[in-house]
């Protein structure tokens, strides 16, 4: 099934993001911060994510991204490339990354690798990657003078930045693969990938949007391990944004009834009473998505959508939604012997998916 769907802007409140550290700017390292962060000085504040790598399926970097969207001013680190070795992975920043940002109001800092270690475990891989630091702050710095949207500093530091930026990734690995031994991918392919951004911006995003695309097909195709759903009814749903931007995402079930169609995102575990709170807000990242989508299609048909995060565990006995009143909750909870965290996760989930349309359900699976 391909849903097709357009996207004009973000109206969302979010509830479950975690307390920030703060950090002075000047003691502010990139290497060493937590995951999300405040850095500030006398003249600015930041919430700060950064991705360990530019493939958004790998170290839940959504869950990181949704954790600064209630500051007001929001930057992610972002390597472009970064590649383990010949013997592990090579990944590459895609375009529809950037516009996702964009669309939500995130600063991008275009990040490289300088330095890393040799994994013993391989021959040929290296591990213990560190940004440079010194780029990282001259950006931040940057962004406290620029005036602009988050959108037109993104698609800035696209054209201006991104070329120089791939020749010092492929200064500093080479220098890496020099300095612990070990032999990367051939440059051959940042070459192709550089190529490609030379041509022009355009081309970029066709470039991106066939790379996200293969990867769409290849998830269509692959049932998760953490996922449990009573259908393996999977869909691809094209996301279209006043940028241009094109985001391909699967679904991972969906449900019609009439013209209202569910789209549903699946977490689970079977391991404890509920998924990680890191896979809950990888989800919910889908669901500031899903609740602001415009003109759902499916072929010439339009819905009515009704997103919906689905949670189960196959330690739970019975279930329960968001919909659900105070006692139905309260018997939810000693019917499945909760402890006080999950119980108190589960309200501020049913607060923030009333507080922006959609529906929680939690159940065994």
């Known amino acids: 099934m391909q849903i097709n769907a357009t996207i004009t802007g973000i109206e969302y409140k979010p509830l479950l993001v975690n307390e920030l550290e703060n950090i002075e700017f000047q003691n502010f390292d990139i290497n060493t911060c937590p995951t999300s962060c405040v850095v500030f000085d006398k003249n600015m504040k930041f919430a700060i994510s950064k991705w360990v790598s530019p493939k958004r399926t790998r170290s839940y970097p959504y869950e990181r991204v949704y954790n600064t969207l209630g500051s007001s001013k929001k930057i992610t680190i972002i390597p472009i490339i970064k590649d383990e070795g010949l013997d592990g992975d090579r990944d590459f920043i895609q375009w529809d990354t950037l516009s996702l940002m964009s669309l939500l109001d995130v600063y991008v800092i275009l990040a490289y690798y300088y330095n890393a270690e040799k994994n013993t475990n391989y021959d040929n891989k290296i591990t213990n990657q560190l940004f440079n630091n010194e780029n ?57 990938f550089q190529e490609k951004i030379n041509e022009n911006l355009n081309a970029f995003m066709v470039f991106s949007r066939q790379k996200a695309k293969e990867a769409q097909n290849r998830e269509f195709v692959t049932q998760q391990p953490k996922e ?125 998916a009333k507080a922006n349309n959609f529906l929680v359900s939690i159940r065994n699976g």
């Open 136 to 192: 990282v702050l001259n950006k931040i710095q940057e962004i406290s003078t620029y005036h602009s949207s988050a959108l037109h500093w993104n698609l800035k530091e696209l054209k201006e930045n991104f070329v120089p930026l791939i020749l010092k990734v492929k200064e500093n690995y080479h220098k890496i693969s020099q300095m612990v031994n070990v032999q990367m991918h051939s440059e051959k392919g940042i070459e192709t």
């Open 228 to 352: 449990s759903l009573q259908t393996l009814t999977k869909a691809k749903i094209t996301i279209t944004n006043y940028l241009g931007g094109q985001y391909f995402f699967t679904v991972d079930e969906v449900e019609i009834d009439n013209l209202e169609l569910k789209l549903i995102e699946a977490k689970h575990s079977s391991s404890s009473s509920l998924p990680s709170i890191n896979d809950i807000k990888d989800g919910l990242l889908k669901m500031i998505l899903y609740t602001n989508l415009k003109e759902v299609q499916i072929k010439d048909q339009q819905y009515e959508i009704k997103p919906v995060l689905l949670l189960t565990s196959t330690k739970l006995k019975t279930e329960i939604d968001s919909y659900a009143n105070s006692q139905e909750i309260e018997s939810f909870y000693k019917n499945n012997n909760l402890n006080a965290k999950n119980n108190n996760l589960i309200k501020a989930l049913f607060k923030e």
